[in-house]
């Protein structure tokens, strides 16, 4: 009897050692499933971050190149007003036509020569390089346990329900992750099992968290607050700015929705696109509008989530920015908002959640979010072309080095208690809807800074009013 008590004693012991084996694996198993999902999770991100890369290229030289065909248009344009008085004017009219036609063409090349304008150029364009390089590597770790002693193997067998068991665990890390965040991956439990629980699972292995470490707390520098315009408002005529904006036909809405309609090869249906709009009262517009949003199909639908000034309910026809805050809050999918100040319409869509922002406190968004005109029938895309000043030198004092880009976000959206902006000064919406708008900050299409068509492009005027507003989520079904 004695010795069959101690045969069973023994084949209790490996029983207890075929349970906690199983557990194991069980674990290991879990472990490799969390593992699997942070790896797909880093290369997500890493394409992301490849995409923005490639995007922030291609927009720096798409800015060089439409600095380069305007500035050869404006030559054109100076030599072709010369030819036209050749034959018409009267002499001495003549010769003062050529005497502006001298000035306007020595301001336009001063001292330079072919060489050196072409030397300058190319100068400029070799800023951008042409690679995209991917550094870093993932790597697979684990913290068995070896050589355990003989005694703890027996402690073990001994008494289950006392044992504190360490799971394996398995740690995923990017090196050479995101440019301005790094990911933390916590996958290790303590205390798996429990002697006040009897020895059953207290923790179930919990899904890792991802944890954002920022490089630096230095918050953007805040926008400034919109006040009220002065006097009498004074729109830029509407026909002043067509004409501005007939210089840059490759960012018509009308070009794009006419490509993209081609491409999906089906109508779509008016109430999918904006049609509970009373702004967009005009289908064409509406349809122009739609089918520049990114990734459209004939499955994405448009839910208006807020509407106020004119032609809105009385509760709402004083909006302020308390009420578009209130409306986007919990809204997870993207939105359009649809401006009216005087005879101006025009918008923006954001193409990320407006509550990431709320909780970063900094510049967030995906970079295919965009500005447009309605009235001037333009897609306004981000360019990305300048950072906040301010910060880059808190950034400099405080030691960080290498490129800007590759630590600050892109100024895309920005939100706080008291404003809505879309870049860093491109537009900005505050208080009781009064607005700025000094495009070519991080949203542009080549517009003459010096000229000041970026601060009257959106709106026909640098300060101004929104009249009527409506906001619209963008659902795909």
Known sequence: QEHSAEVDSVKLALKMGLETLDDKVRLVNMSYASGEEAIMQAAKDAMAQLQAEKDRKLHSLRSTELELRRKIKEIDSVEDHLFKNIDIAAPLNFLRIWRSHAEKRANLTGDNDAKSVLARESEEIALVTTDILVSGSLEVSSSDITGRREEDEAEESDNKRNQAISMSNVSVSLAGGSPYTTYALNTSTKDFYSPSKMGMIMNPFEKPERVAIPHTKIKPTPPPVPS???????????????????????????????????????????????????????????????????????????????????????????????????????????????????????????????????????????????????????????????LDVERIEELRRKGYEGAPHNILPPEVLLVGEDFISFGSKDLIIGGDLNCISNLEHSFGVGLDSEAKEPQSFLAGQHRFKIDAVEVFEIISD
């Open 228 to 386: 009220p315009a002065n006097g009498v408002k004074k729109y830029r005529n509407i026909k002043d700015n067509q004409e501005v904006a007939s210089r840059f036909k490759q960012f018509r809405l009308s070009a794009m929705a006419e490509r993209k309609h081609r491409q999906l090869g089906k109508d779509i249906d008016s109430e999918q696109m904006f049609g509970d709009s009373q702004i967009l009262q005009d289908l064409a517009n509406a349809s122009n509008l739609f089918h520049a949003l990114p990734g459209v199909t004939p499955y994405i639908n448009t839910h208006l989530i807020f509407q106020g000034g004119e032609n809105a309910p009385p509760e709402f026809a004083k909006p302020n920015i308390d009420m578009l805050l209130r409306s986007v809050h919990d809204v997870a999918n993207p939105t359009v908002f649809i401006f009216k100040s005087g005879e101006y319409i025009f918008g923006g869509y954001a193409s990320s959640p407006w509550s990431e922002g709320a909780e970063t406190g900094d510049y967030f968004g995906k970079q295919n979010s965009f500005l447009f005109s309605v009235t001037l029938d333009t897609k306004i895309p981000f360019c990305g072309k300048t």
